[in-house]
């Protein structure tokens, strides 16, 4: 998945020091919103047994599948203007993520997720 090679490839890293990091990512992605927000509170409170050790890659891999999960939930429930415009981000970082993992330049495919979503939304980088 894309949240995983987000998440760089520092395995010393705590719980408490990952979920901000996911939260800058989701944020670029698809702006500040309260689904931003829910997933924060949500993959802190799942994961709160881990203390504040050291995550493996293993385990920060496994935060970031949680949070981006919960992410996507609460931006498809959103009915609000700032959930629309958060889907629309979805769908053409989507589009950009997956031409980027076919071997896409990265050029080229935030201008085809751009062309894809009627350039309504502009993407922000790679997925």
């Known amino acids: 998945m894309v949240q ?3 998440m760089g490839r520092d395995d010393s890293r705590t719980l408490a020091a990952t979920v901000p990091l ?3 990512q989701w944020v670029r992605r698809l ?3 309260p689904h931003v ?3 924060a509170r949500a993959t802190s409170a ?3 047994g881990w ?8 385990e920060q891999a496994r935060v970031a599948e949680y949070f981006g999960g919960v992410v996507r939930r ?4 959103a009915n609000d203007a700032a959930g629309l415009r958060a889907r629309q981000r979805l769908v053409a970082a989507t589009i950009e993520a997956d031409l ?5 330049d990265a050029d080229r495919a935030a201008a085809e997720a751009v062309r894809a979503t009627g350039g309504a939304i502009g993407c922000a980088g790679a997925a």
């Open 22 to 24: 996911l939260v800058q």
């Open 4 to 6: 995983l090679s987000l």
């Open 46 to 48: 799942q994961f709160s």
């Open 31 to 33: 702006g500040d919103g």
């Open 100 to 104: 980027l993992s076919a071997g896409w």
């Open 51 to 58: 203390g504040s050790r050291e995550l493996t890659f293993r």
């Open 37 to 39: 927000a829910v997933a």
């Open 74 to 77: 609460a931006t498809m429930r």
